[in-house]
Each structure stands twice: as structure tokens, then as C-alpha cells.
């Protein structure tokens, strides 16, 4: 039996490209997963591996999804083999029914790793680059610093606790609780 196994890495991610390719290879049954790749921990594609019999073949859309390094790739295919299962990647046409095939997935997974690697310093060297000139990265704060200096003042008169003061500002609780701490720790001496 060709078993399909579809994943995305966030919720807001959808999986229709991925499904619509593995029923026209006439895969039947798809598992889908709403995942990283990055983590080891994905209980559909888990249950999935528990769940072939010999003579399966796991059948996924790209080979990305079932793995994100060359040695978790290799491990996931030394396992459908122990199992007398095989795998087929429909974008990079691979059929591990074969040496070639074989080698071919082992030459692409290298490949990928690499190209995650590329990827993963760019980004660090990135964001380096933009804190070295000054950028605020991550999400805007919802007060502004006067409105975080205030419900400091608020807070010292102990007539207010953080959640009657969220809902002066309509922000969560944590908002506030948040700016409280970092202006009270901005307050603490430094120390040499």
C-alpha cells in the first residue's frame, strides 16, 4: 500500500499543494501534520511510522517534510527498510527500490542540510547586522515608554495591580507586567 504523509511547519500553513499531488499520484491514504520539521517530536508522522507493514511505501509530495538534517533522513529510511517498507519522493522523483535511488536520496539530503545551514547564518549574520545599526527587531510594544512610565506610577500608589492597569490600557496583563519589571530593573544600579 502507498501511504502519503503531508506536513507544514505552522498552523497558518495549509497542505492542498502537497495533497493534490499525492492524489494524482493515486495515493489514497494522506496523514497530514501541522509541525516543524525542526522538531523531533511530530506524533502524526510518529503513529504513521509505527503503523506501516511490509511492502508499504511512505509516499511524501517533497523529501523536506519528513526530515530536516541528512542524518535524521537516513535514520527515518534505515527504518522503513528494517520494516521491509520503501519510500518515494514525488518532486525529486526518488524511489529508494533501487541503489541509485538510494544514493540519489542521500545526495539530496545533503544537499538540503547544506542549504538549511546557508540559510540559518544568513539569517543570524542578518539580524547581527540589524541590531549592530540600531534596528528594534521582534514585535512593536503596545505602550509607549510614557504610558509604561505611568503604569509604573500607578502601580507604586498600590491602589492598582497589574490587571486593573491592563485594563486602563486595554492590553493583556502580561503587557503590564512586563513593563513594570524592565523599568524597575532599568532603575537597579549597575554594577561594575
Known amino acids: 500500500m502507498r501511504i502519503g504523509y503531508a506536513r507544514v511547519s505552522t498552523q497558518d500553513q495549509e497542505t492542498h499543494a502537497q495533497l493534490d499531488a499525492l492524489r494524482r499520484a493515486g495515493i489514497d491514504v494522506v496523514h497530514e501534520e501541522k509541525r516543524s520539521g525542526a522538531t523531533m517530536r511530530r506524533p502524526i508522522f510518529e503513529n504513521l511510522l509505527r503503523n506501516l507493514r ?36 514525488l518532486t525529486e522523483h526518488i524511489d529508494t527500490n533501487s541503489p541509485a535511488g538510494r544514493l540519489m536520496l542521500q545526495m539530496l539530503g545533503a544537499f538540503a542540510e547544506f542549504e538549511r545551514e ?75
Open 118 to 192: 546557508l540559510i540559518r547564518e544568513r539569517t543570524i549574520v542578518g539580524i547581527r547586522a540589524a541590531r549592530d545599526r540600531g534596528a528594534q527587531l521582534g514585535r512593536p510594544r503596545k505602550l509607549t515608554k510614557p504610558e509604561e512610565v505611568e503604569a509604573l506610577r500607578l502601580w507604586r500608589t498600590s491602589r492598582y495591580n497589574h490587571t486593573s492597569i491592563a485594563k486602563l490600557y486595554n492590553v493583556h496583563r502580561s503587557t503590564i507586567t512586563r513593563a513594570i519589571e524592565r523599568l524597575v530593573q532599568d532603575e537597579q544600579p549597575r554594577l561594575l
Open 54 to 89: 511490509k511492502g508499504d511505501t511512505l509516499v511524501v509530495y517533497k523529501l523536506d517534510r519528513i526530515a530536516r538534517s541528512l542524518k535524521h533522513l537516513l535514520a527515518v529510511i534505515e527504518l522503513l527498510h528494517s520494516r521491509g517498507c520503501d519510500f518515494e519522493s
